[in-house]
């Protein structure tokens, strides 16, 4: 099974794919509860990725689907309305296989080049890249709270969407751009560069833009229900509110060679601080915290050590740390470092 694009016709290509879906989701079943019985320590990436291509040829094909429907305004039935949304499901779950379950305790390191490859399909017939990190040592992202990640393409746009929660999406390149609705009709666009918020209000229909002819990342902190909090325009959930806002956070220097950014987030569904870390050459940062601790290499490449143990990491790598274990990062280069405090 290879995900990518799909040509669709008509509605009997639309009938053909499902049809074709349905014979395969026992392999959907099969799939989930291997990864129910998966324990940390013993995941190999190579299975990871094996069980990811299944939920990815389902998922980028019931997408193009939703989108090729939505476009022609086809009718499907209710049965088959709810064999979709049924399939879809499980190819997600699949999909949202906690890969912190790849580490090997006290400490170590998610290499990017061992992380799944997924795409999310924009309705304006491009797609992203898309990967997550659960903050825990569950099976399901959704177990527990997570990060998500996109790698925007030049000029990319996301599908029309919202959720009932509130969502802050950090920027982690240039410049990226908010589209929203606050009238209802009316399209206001709100900007915001490297290393700062987009904050879109619980039920705001939105949509993220790349402007730029380059590649654009960003990262959303999600509590548990938030990862299956997510509705097309062609079936929003209620909409209450209609704002957004960039939220531009607090810098303080620790000493010559670093600086601290905080992002001191509240509201009913959320209540964390977000810190990006930024180490000139050279610098040593020592830690230890009474909780699992989790970063992302926004940029740049370090070396992580804990007594006997050293790893070297680099962009886009996930650093996974178990309570009260005491390291030292060595900045190799200038680093940017993407954390949750608790």
Same mark, same amino acid.
């Given at each position: ?10 509605? %009997? ?13 026992? +392999? ?31 998922? %980028? ?88 990640? %996109? ?45 700062? $918020? ?28 938030? +990862? ?69 290499? $926004? ?7 804990? #007594? ?6 680099? #962009? ?7 309570? %009260?274990? #005491? ?14 405090? #608790?």
């Amino acid at each position: 099974m290879q995900a990518g694009f799909i040509k669709f016709n008509n509605e %009997a290509d639309i009938l053909k794919k499902c049809a074709e879906l349905l014979t395969h989701e026992q +392999l959907l079943d099969d799939t989930i509860n291997e990864i129910s019985l998966l324990i940390r320590g013993e995941v190999l990436h190579e299975d990871t990725i094996r069980r990811s291509k299944i939920g990815s040829y389902f998922s %980028a094909t019931i997408q193009q689907i939703g989108n090729f429907v939505d476009k022609r305004s086809i009718k499907l039935t209710r049965e088959r309305k709810t064999e979709i949304k049924r399939l879809s499901f499980k190819a997600d779950k699949i999909l949202r296989e906690n890969i912190v379950l790849q580490s090997i305790p006290p400490l170590d390191v998610i290499k990017y080049k061992h992380v799944p490859v997924r795409h999310s399909y924009s309705m304006y017939g491009e797609r992203e890249q898309r990967w997550g990190y659960g903050l825990h040592k569950n099976p399901f992202n959704e177990d527990g709270n997570s990060v998500t990640l %996109a790698n925007t393409p030049p000029h990319y746009t996301q599908s029309l969407h919202n959720h009932t929660l509130s969502e802050y999406c950090l920027i982690l390149d240039t410049s990226t751009e908010a589209i929203f609705f606050p009238r209802g009709k009316e399209e206001k666009i709100c900007t915001t560069n490297e290393s700062q $918020i987009l904050h879109f209000f619980a039920t705001t229909p939105h949509t993220l833009k790349n402007p730029l002819s380059k590649y654009s990342r960003n990262i959303t902190y999600k509590q548990s229900t938030a +990862l299956i909090d997510w509705r097309p325009y062609s079936e929003l959930n209620e909409v209450k509110l209609n704002r957004a806002s960039v939220v531009k956070g607090s810098v303080s220097r620790i000493n010559k060679t670093q600086t601290h950014k905080l992002f001191k987030i509240k509201d009913r569904y959320y209540n964390y601080t977000l810190e990006i870390i930024r180490l000139d050459k050279g610098s040593l940062y020592k830690k230890v915290h009474p909780y699992d601790h989790y970063i992302f290499v $926004i940029s740049g490449r370090l070396t992580i050590s804990h #007594k006997d143990i050293q790893k070297k990491c680099r #962009k886009n790598d996930f650093i996974v740390i178990d309570k %009260a274990t #005491k390291y030292v990062i060595e900045a190799d280069t200038f680093c940017r470092l993407y954390t949750i405090r #608790k």
